[in-house]
């Protein structure tokens, strides 16, 4: 078994500017620096006792994955309920989950889980947002991207070990690659004492309803 330290601690730095380009058109710029902790399965699974060779043991000490990323992007105030914004991006991900082997004894190895592998991703978001008007709002969101990296999932190492392939340790697109992503979300809502009319009849008042359509 692998003991646990005692504690970590990360900082996220941010940083955004805006600059006004027209009266309703603004330019921007984000960076940041992001954390999120591995499942918890590998922290802990099958860190100690009796286990077949070829499986998984957790990892207590895994680093936080960590993503940093830029966006620049310029938004326009079409009107004063429609707003237009076009963002590129590009992330850099650091610490992804991967295996490595430990020979315990002659023809008993077993993989434990580390933060080893790496991902890139580059693209540009299209977003369309109008805001509540006439009691209807909608937002649409298009990305175009890629992903590059270096594995595609925790289990890709061993998988290459069991079949005799050589790691591969160039980047290469990821199967978690869509390229395209749109997201539409939209919602109509009435407050009380507003009754919408369909076809002549009058509906009851104080109800909202959304709905949201995702591809990719």
């Not at 043991?57 to 105030?77: C, D, R, S, W």
């Not at 490595?100 to 023809?107: A, L, N, R, T």
């Not at 109509?188 to 709905?211: A, V």
């Amino acid at each position: 078994a692998v003991l646990a330290d005692r504690g970590t601690y990360r900082l996220a730095p941010r940083l955004g500017i805006s600059h006004p380009i027209a009266d309703r058109s603004k330019l921007y710029f984000n960076y940041g620096h992001f954390y999120q902790a591995p499942q918890f399965q590998y922290f802990f699974k099958s860190n100690s006792g009796n286990i077949l060779p070829g499986s998984f043991v957790g990892n207590p000490n895994l680093e936080y994955e960590k993503t940093v990323q830029y966006a620049l992007g310029v938004q326009n105030q079409v009107t004063d309920d429609l707003v237009f914004t076009l963002e590129g991006y590009y992330k850099d991900i650091y610490g992804l989950i991967s295996t490595i082997p430990e020979y315990i004894v002659s023809g008993y190895t077993l993989d434990r889980y580390v933060n080893l592998d790496y991902g890139r991703v580059r693209g540009f978001e299209v977003s369309i947002d109008n805001n509540f008007s006439k009691n209807f709002q909608i937002s649409l969101k298009w990305d175009f991207y890629y992903a590059y990296g270096k594995a595609s999932s925790a289990l890709a190492a061993q998988e290459y070990r069991l079949s005799n392939v050589p790691v591969n340790m160039d980047e290469h697109p990821l199967s978690w690659d869509e390229t395209h992503k749109i997201n539409v979300f939209s919602s109509l809502i009435y407050q009380k004492g507003e009754h919408p009319y369909l076809f002549g009849f009058k509906l009851p008042d104080n109800w909202l309803l959304t709905l949201e359509w995702r591809y990719g």
